[in-house]
Every structure is written in C-alpha cells, then in structure tokens.
DNA sequence: GCGGTTGCTACAATTTCCGTAGCAACATCG
DNA sequence: CGATGTTGCTACGGAAATTGTAGCAACCGC
C-alpha cells in the first residue's frame, strides 16, 4: 500500500507537503499520467483502461484509487472511470505536451 | 537496465513508437519529474539533487542518463546538470502546474 | 603529498509491479 | 427460475525496480 497523496502527507522524497511537491509525485507514478491521458476522450471502463495500458489490473485499481482520492477521477457506474472536473483542468494543462512531443521526437531522431 | 526512450524504441505499455507515449513514458518513470523541476532555477551538482529529492544515487544517475539521452539535460562540467533547450521548452509547458496545484490543494481540503 | 569535491558504481535488502486466475455483485435473456 | 455476460476488483507467487550504504577513480587547490 502506498502513502495516499493528500493534504498532510508529505510527498515521498519532500519533507515539506507544498502542493507542487505531492502533485509531481502523484503524477510520477507509474501509469498516472497514462492513465489521464487515456481518460482525455471520455469515460472508459475498468477493463478498457488495462487493455489500453498494458498494466496488471492490480496496479491499474490502485493508481485509479490514488486518482480517485486526489479528486481527478470519479466512477460513474453506467458510463466507467472518468476525468473529474478538476481532472480535466489537470488534463488541459498537460494537452500541450502532445504537439510538443512531435517536435521533440525530430529533434532526437536528427 | 530501463530501456531508454528513443525513436524506434516503443514505450513501455504501448506497441506503437508514437512521441506522446514515449513522452509519458519518460515522465511518468520515478524522480523525472521531480528531477526537471529542480532544474528550473538553473544548474545543479549530482549530489545536489541527491539531497534535494532524497532518492538513492543509483536511480538518480539512471534517471539523468535517461534524460541526457532525451537531449532533455545535459552535465556541463564546470557548473553541473542543467535543462538543455529542449528542456526548458518542456519545464515551461510545466510552470502552470505551479499555481493549479494550489487550487488542487484546496479542493481537495475542502 | 593531502584533503576536498566531482560524477558515478557495487551490491544486498526492501518495495513495487507483473501475470494469471478467479470472486462477488449485478444485469440480461430465456 | 437458471444460464450467461459484464462489471469492478482481489490473491498470490515470481520478476523487476528502488533503496541505502559504502566506496572508487579522476580532478583541483594547497
């Protein structure tokens, strides 16, 4: 069981808990930012999530769980697993990683 | 040995070599994020790093051999690791996490 | 030479993660 | 009613990643 990221709990590696410190570790962890990436288009089930990752369902429940605490994620029984409203701010901040990425990838292959 | 993040070489959990999923890949492994961040106000020394962020030096090495391979970071001698352009780039696609973390931390607080 | 700093490595112990199997609850169909 | 399928999720043994401690070789200033 790993420490729940909230407030109060320092962030593994950070003595102090600002909340830049316990956001990085949250989203260090494997599979998190996988996981919201995933989430960017809509609900997804269980099932869906792992097939989509590729990870054992008992790290996918556990990532989804700490996700679930920091307020990202919430499950609705009828449509799956899905980004919360401030889970979609989160994901907004991270959508310009995408056409980033594509330029970044240029500059390492030349 | 983690396979390092470089075209051609397809990101743990994704068959497909596309940039975002190696991206996330790369940030999603332990102590990246951390590690770009205390870059953010210039170059830093091994052992620098090793105390800020509290990790063992075995993992902190390979995680700056990854980044140094991603052309992310690079080690100049005479002042220690720093962000290259590339990395920069990414660190401010970051900054704006600064400020949501703290109204993350409120909602979730309250 | 001597002491200090540099980046980095070895290695055993601990923690995390994977892969597979399967369970309990619920819905759907006959 | 039973049979079948889907849901989220858990157990558990083996594999992999991470930690913690110690220390090395190269370099610089004195």
Redesign the interface.
């Known amino acids: 069981m790993v420490k729940p990221v ?2 109060g709990h320092p962030a ?3 003595k102090s808990g600002r ?2 410190m ?4 949250l ?8 996981l919201v ?1 995933e989430l960017r288009e809509g609900p997804k089930r269980f099932r869906e999530l792992q097939m989509a ?3 054992s369902p008992t790290i996918i429940n556990e990532r989804l769980a700490e996700l679930r605490a ?2 990202l994620v919430e499950l609705d029984t009828a449509s799956g697993y899905r980004l919360t409203a ?1 889970g979609t ?2 994901l907004h ?1 991270f959508l ?3 056409a ?3 330029k ?2 240029k ?3 030349a």
């Not at 316990?22 to 570790?25: A, E, I, P, Q, Y």
């Open positions: 909230l407030p593994r590696g950070s909340p830049i316990l956001l990085l570790d989203l260090g962890r494997r599979w998190v930012l996988r990436w990752i590729g990870a920091a307020k401030l701010e989160l901040l310009p990683l995408h980033w990425s594509e970044w990838a500059r390492l292959s």
